[in-house]
């Protein structure tokens, strides 16, 4: 299977309460008009990001019960994330783990480290 910008990330499995990131480009000029130098926005403590993917979420522990009658086929059961596709993220650089996905720079990180979303539709 070729993979194409519609199903690139389709192989891609994000476990558990972790978002799959990728970064915005920042400004390469300050208010009053200097040029930064390469790499001055990627030190900065707060990123942001567009929502790629998100993993299921935090994980439920399935009660232990030893009653015969009932089925093995315990599913397990997850807390969504906020996180959806598509949401503008602003998130703690410190937390997150930088990957590179067929060349271009990517960020996965943790729920916990997200400060803030930003979504399109109405709340």
Not at 19 to 29: A, F, T
Not at 103 to 122: C, D, H, N, T, W
Request: proline fraction near 7%; avoid cysteine; glycine fraction near 8%.
């Amino acid at each position: 299977m070729r993979i194409t910008a519609d199903n690139r990330f389709r192989k891609l499995i994000v476990i558990g309460d972790r978002l799959l990131i990728q970064p915005v480009k920042g400004n390469e000029r300050t208010a009053s008009g200097l040029y930064l130098p390469p790499g001055v926005q990627e030190k900065e403590k707060v990123q942001q990001g567009y929502v790629i993917k998100t993993g299921p979420g935090y994980a439920i522990p399935v009660p232990v019960e030893d009653e015969p009658w009932k089925s093995d086929e315990d599913q397990v059961k997850y807390v969504p994330l906020q996180a959806r596709e598509g949401d503008l993220a602003i998130f703690l650089l410190s937390a997150a783990t930088e990957v590179l996905y067929e060349g271009e720079k990517y960020f996965i990180v943790p729920q916990s480290a997200i400060l803030m979303l930003e979504r399109e539709e109405e709340l």
